[in-house]
């Protein structure tokens, strides 16, 4: 599965969507702004939600759920990277969260 830094995913956040595959608790905490959020478990019935034409970013709390999510989208039909490090390495990297 293709992975992108931190930075690289700030760079492209206002062109990619990123999907914010924590649970709610976790997002309770802060998320990227702009960011969808869609619980792993739940991606699979909310897919309509994310348009196939523009790259997805999958977003975690340290990148391994997200990797399993972008490789899965990657199989659906869309382009999908992971963020390496997740929301921690984000929040340690001082980018902004809402």
Same mark, same amino acid.
């Given at each position: 599965?293709?992975?992108?830094?931190?930075?690289?995913?700030? *760079? *492209? *956040?206002?062109?990619?969507?990123?999907?914010?595959?924590?649970?709610?608790?976790?997002?309770?905490?802060?998320?990227?702004?702009?960011?969808?959020?869609?619980?792993?478990?739940?991606?699979?019935?909310?897919?309509?939600?994310?348009?196939?034409?523009?790259?997805?970013?999958?977003?975690? *709390?340290?990148?391994?759920?997200?990797?399993?999510?972008?490789?899965?989208?990657?199989?659906?039909?869309?382009?999908?990277?992971?963020?390496?490090?997740?929301?921690?390495?984000?929040?340690?990297?001082?980018?902004?969260?809402?």
């Amino acid at each position: 599965m293709p992975e992108i830094t931190v930075n690289e995913a700030d *760079r *492209r *956040r206002s062109t990619d969507q990123i999907l914010d595959v924590r649970e709610d608790f976790e997002v309770a905490e802060g998320m990227i702004p702009g960011a969808l959020h869609i619980p792993m478990d739940q991606l699979q019935t909310r897919l309509s939600e994310l348009d196939a034409a523009v790259p997805v970013i999958a977003v975690c *709390r340290s990148g391994n759920r997200s990797a399993r999510v972008a490789d899965a989208l990657n199989g659906a039909g869309f382009t999908a990277d992971t963020m390496t490090g997740g929301m921690t390495a984000w929040s340690q990297a001082g980018l902004p969260t809402t």
